[in-house]
């Protein structure tokens, strides 16, 4: 199931890219009474059920707009919280200017937030300035999470999770001033 938040004609709507027509996205306005929020969804497992079978190709996709026309919004406009992970191989850690950990270290992971109010959906535009050095930009797996929990095991992970999305996350790498058990890169004549 392809849900997402777009806009035509300066108007909010939520949206499902329907199996019977994948170019196509159908506008949900009248199934959840003209609410503009993802999260009203994730709240309601009826109106789940109303949009899986909307999906399957039980109902008329004729009010299904064409996909080239709409503008993308974030499918979340304000999440709660946007946890990312940085450096979450050995590579990527080289690539950003640090030592790469030894193929046997342990290393701490780094998480970080991002602003809710960063987001932008497909195509906008990302403005940058005369202050960024060092911007470097990723595609990442963005998991959406339904319902809430504390000390979760591994086995019930997948049941708090509502969905995927993708995230380009762009940073400005100048700013890792000094992450915890990191050192830079030394120059390569220094390193024999």
């Known amino acids: 199931m392809k849900l997402g938040l777009f806009e035509i004609n300066s108007e909010k709507h939520i949206g499902l890219v329907p199996k019977a027509a994948p170019g196509k996205v159908l506008p949900l306005s009248d199934l959840l009474d003209g609410r503009t929020d993802l999260t009203s969804i994730i709240e309601r497992p009826d109106v789940i059920s109303k949009i899986r079978a909307l999906d399957s190709g039980s109902a ?16 979340i406009e304000r999440p709660g919280k946007i946890i990312c992970l940085a450096g979450n191989y050995r590579a990527h ?3 950003s200017g640090y030592v790469e950990p030894q193929k046997q270290a342990n ?9 809710s109010t960063s987001l932008i959906g497909n195509t906008a535009t990302i403005e940058l300035n005369g202050t960024n050095a060092k911007v470097g930009w990723e595609n990442e797996l963005a998991v959406v999470i339904g319902s809430g929990g504390r000390n979760i095991s591994a086995a019930d992970a997948y049941a708090h999770v509502f969905g995927y999305t993708i995230l380009n996350d762009l940073s400005e790498r100048g ?18």
Do not use: H, M, Y
């Open 175 to 192: 700013l890792n001033s000094r992450i915890e058990d990191r050192s830079t890169a030394r120059p390569s004549a220094l390193r024999e």
């Open 107 to 115: 290393f701490t992971q780094q998480l970080f937030l991002k602003p």
């Open 93 to 95: 850690i080289a690539e």
């Open 60 to 75: 008329s996709t004729n009010d299904a707009v064409d996909l080239a026309i709409v503008k993308f919004l974030p499918p």
